[in-house]
C-alpha cells in the first residue's frame, strides 16, 4: 500500500534537476567546455566564457533544489559577471546548494557539437567537474554527440548541452 509520508521523505532526500544551454559560435573567442579549454577556430559568444556545459550543469543543480536558474543567480546584465569563468558559477552553485543542506549525488551532462571532436577531451572535463564539485570522478559523465548535420548544430552554428544531475539532503 502506499505510504505518503515515505514517499513525501524520499521526495525530500532526493531531487533531480535538469538543464539545458546553447550558444552560438563566434571568432576571436577560446571555446570553454566544461572547465577545459579546446582547441577550436572558434568560440562561443556569451557575457560570460560562455561554457554551454558547465551553464547546463548549474542550471540542472539549481533546478534540482529549486533554486530557479544560472540567469537568475548570475545575470547577463551585471558588470561582474562579463567574461567570467564559468567554473566560479559552478563554484557559487555548489555553494549555494550547500548553503540549503544539499550534497551532490552525480550528474549526467552531454554536449552537442558537429565540430570540434570532443573525445580527447571528455576525461579532462569530467576531472574539472568532479574537482569544482566535489565528488567522485565516477560520479561525473559528460558525453559528447553529433547531431548528424541537423539543425544549428549540424550547421556548425553553435554547441548545445543538456545535464541531468541528482541531490541529496545532507
Known sequence: MYEPILAHTLHKTMRIGQGYDVHQFAANRPLWLGGIKVEHDKGLLGHSDADVLIHALCDALLGAAALRDIGYHFPDSDPQYKNIDSKILLKKTVELLDKEGYKIGNCDCTICAQKPKLSPYIDQMRQCLAGIMQI?????????????????????????????ALIENK
Not at 145 to 163: D, K, N, P, Q, W
Open 136 to 164: 567522485p570522478l565516477n560520479c561525473v559523465s559528460v558525453k559528447a554527440t553529433t547531431t548528424e548535420h541537423l539543425g544549428f548544430v549540424g550547421r556548425e552554428e553553435g554547441i548545445a548541452a543538456y545535464a541531468v
